[in-house]
């Protein structure tokens, strides 16, 4: 106790509601809504216009085949046991998919989510609006967690609610619970984020606040029921995430350590500060500035830079700088020593970063000895932030050009023409089963018979079942057995060509083959097989 009264006595805390949106002037209340709505409504038609133009690929639909064809929320849990997600992205989409079950009403879901981030950050974010608007049409919110459909969208939503939030955290704190609780089950990367913001709290919870006379609430109990919320978040979360031992992707961990390794998984804060992607058709994770030796070579130096730079600055505001490493460590050490992703799960680097910017103006300050040098790096926040974001936004605005360019993945395209030639009721053999999935989703179709596993189905079972190799023989093989049994013709869809002398060997009839895309293993080929007569 003697201990928190002077380190209460060392510090100067900023208040914790110093201006509540209610009580701005109402000048300034109305120009920043007007703002950030017609930032939305720009956002909606930008955003909207790079989703109609955005075929989607297999782990886009993989989350709509699981929602759709689970028969209840218990269902649900049971298939999503092999994903390494937790459900609440798929536990949304199993009403749309009632509605419809064309994937489409997948991608306008998304679409308002990624729209109310982008409101809620113009709205509430202490940002300048240069800054609000090069982030809102830069490459995470606007392409990767806007264009592109998936369960990272509703995480960033509802930490961007976390945000409007803790200004008035000791008055909410109950709200906030319920929000982090929901977050810690839209990805494993946003539940290492509420980890670290958990933690976080609960240390200026008992360093600042706990133990003052006039503590700013009537009662200590919403906090604590907070917190156990969050908690309770944390666990369930864990435990969706805690695969059966006859998973098979990503199975192993990686816990031998190198620096090499090390510095390689500190390299990817650059990826999430720098997202500027090249004008290719494989634009997408490949990012322009990797391209050039000099920052190859500097590449490692930056990465440890920024890191040391947040530190200093948030030296004066424990709260961010808590969140800020625990966050930072704890998903680099992830990509460590399990699987180290792809641009997608980066961008949580941004996140954290943007996070706890954010929070640092109502953040209780700590007074220290050279606490000048946390001051000046603050100073340089504007200009550095600047940077990232003209990054941010030349990698959103050109991911949006080359989606909008190139064909992101072929089963869009290949499902239109199985339905135009009115060959969707036939029975079909599909391989690769990940790459077919794709093509299940837009056609509708419950039952596909997939040779890896050896079973029927959509969504893709990640189980070391299918982990064999499947030949081309026994593929042509399953699809004649499936023919004899049904007196039908088998459409066969395959991401890899058959060779010649099998297709003769077989009297198989190539179709169609739909070849070119950003995701280059889902270019598919359509080939008939007639039934014996």
Same mark, same amino acid.
């Given at each position: ?47 909207? /216009? ?22 209840? $929320? ?32 997948? %991608?306008? $879901? ?26 809102? $049409? ?8 806007? &264009? ?157 830079? &920024? ?98 360019? /190139? &064909? ?43 040779? %890896? ?20 023989? %026994? ?38 083959? $739909? ?19």
């Amino acid at each position: 106790m003697k201990f928190l009264d002077k380190l209460s006595s060392s510090t100067a805390l900023v208040p914790l509601n110093p201006t509540p949106i209610s009580e701005q002037p109402d000048t300034s209340a109305r120009e920043n809504l007007y703002y950030a709505s017609w930032i939305t409504v720009i956002f909606l038609i930008v955003c909207g /216009y790079g989703a109609m133009n955005h075929e989607m690929w297999r782990d886009e639909i993989q989350a709509w085949l699981l929602a759709r064809d689970s028969t209840s $929320f218990i269902d649900l849990l049971a298939n999503m046991k092999y994903e390494g997600h937790p459900a609440l992205w798929h536990l949304c989409l199993m009403p749309l998919s009632r509605i419809s079950v064309s994937p489409i009403m997948m %991608q306008v $879901f998304h679409l308002l989510i990624a729209a109310t981030t982008v409101f809620l950050f113009n709205r509430y974010a202490p940002f300048n609006r240069l800054h609000k608007f090069l982030f809102s $049409f830069g490459y995470f919110a606007l392409y990767e967690y806007g &264009i592109v459909v998936r369960n990272y969208a509703i995480g960033l939503m509802l930490i961007t609610i976390f945000c409007v939030l803790y200004n008035q955290r000791y008055r909410r704190f109950i709200w906030i619970g319920i929000v982090l609780f929901l977050t810690c089950h839209t990805s494993v990367h946003a539940l290492i984020v509420v980890i670290a913001i958990w933690c976080g709290l609960l240390c200026e919870f008992l360093l600042f606040y706990c133990c003052k006379e006039n503590a700013p609430w009537k009662s200590i109990h919403p906090v604590w029921i907070g917190f156990t919320l969050i908690g309770i978040g944390i666990v369930t979360a864990v435990l969706q995430l805690n695969p059966p031992p006859d998973t098979g992707f990503a199975v192993g961990w990686n816990f031998n350590f190198t620096v090499q390794r090390m510095n390689n998984m500190v390299k990817i804060i650059t990826n999430a500060l720098l997202p500027f992607t090249k004008a290719a058709m494989g634009h997408w994770g490949n990012m322009q500035l990797h391209s050039y030796p000099i920052f190859q070579k500097y590449r490692l130096l930056l990465s440890y830079l &920024i890191i040391f730079w947040c530190v200093l600055r948030f030296l004066k505001r424990p709260t961010s700088l808590f969140i800020y490493l625990i966050a930072t460590i704890g998903l680099l050490s992830f990509f460590y020593v399990k699987y180290g992703g792809s641009m997608r799960h980066h961008g949580f680097l941004l996140i954290t970063f943007v996070m706890t910017s954010w929070i640092y103006y109502d953040a209780p300050e700590f007074k220290f000895p050279l606490d000048i040098i946390s001051v000046y790096a603050q100073r340089c926040f504007s200009a550095i932030f600047m940077v990232f974001l003209i990054f941010h936004f030349m990698g959103g605005m050109n991911s949006l050009s080359m989606d909008t360019q /190139y &064909i992101f993945s072929n089963g869009k395209r290949t499902a239109e023409y199985i339905k135009a030639e009115n060959l969707e009721d036939l029975p079909m053999v599909g391989i690769t089963d990940f790459a077919i999935s794709t093509v299940v989703g837009y056609l509708g179709k419950d039952r596909i018979y997939y040779p %890896q596993g050896s079973r029927y189905g959509s969504f893709v079972r990640w189980d070391k079942a299918r982990t064999h190799g499947v030949s081309n023989e %026994q593929v042509i093989e399953a699809a004649k057995q499936i023919s004899a049994e049904n007196s039908e013709d088998v459409l066969l869809i395959l991401n890899r060509n058959l060779p010649d002398e099998l297709i003769e060997e077989n009297s198989l009839t190539l179709l169609k083959q $739909f070849t070119g895309s950003t995701i280059g293993d889902e270019g598919f080929r359509l080939y008939l097989l007639k039934k014996s007569l």
